[in-house]
């Protein structure tokens, strides 16, 4: 089992930079797919992106490819997700989450913990 805990959300104006930290308690840290999701008001999780367990492989939704770079360190149980030229739209609770099994998805269902997650405000 892997406790999460998200932090480094905040308020930032349209086209600033935010760096999101989540971090793992655990020993087994690296033998997780770790994912990064969004959740709005009023409005369904979200898929952000996700990183393979040894941070070879990354994926990314189309609406934060480019901007969102998200990144893991093993030795130090983080997983983080830098995002820039950010917008109104990407407002939204965001939450780590961490998936023990084999294949990586952008579903939420797939993944078997969560983190509390932290909310960013980008502001117009």
């Known amino acids: 089992q892997v406790q999460l805990v998200e932090s480094g959300g905040g308020l930032v104006q349209a086209g600033g930079s935010l760096r999101l930290s989540c971090a793992a308690s655990g020993r087994t840290f690296s033998t997780y797919i770790m994912g990064w999701f969004r959740q709005a008001p009023g409005k369904e999780r979200e898929f952000v992106a996700y990183?393979?367990?040894?941070?070879?492989?990354?994926y990314y939704a189309d609406s934060v490819k480019g901007r969102f770079t998200i990144s893991r360190d093993n030795a130090k149980n983080t997983l983080s997700l830098q995002m820039n030229s950010l917008k109104p739209e990407d407002t939204a609770v965001y939450y780590c989450?961490?998936?023990?099994?084999?294949?990586?998805?952008?579903?939420?269902?797939?993944?078997?913990?969560w983190g509390q997650g932290t909310q960013v405000t980008v502001s117009s």
């Open positions: 990183i393979a367990r040894n941070g070879g492989n990354t």
């Open positions: 989450a961490a998936d023990r099994n084999p294949f990586a998805g952008t579903t939420p269902r797939m993944y078997d913990y």
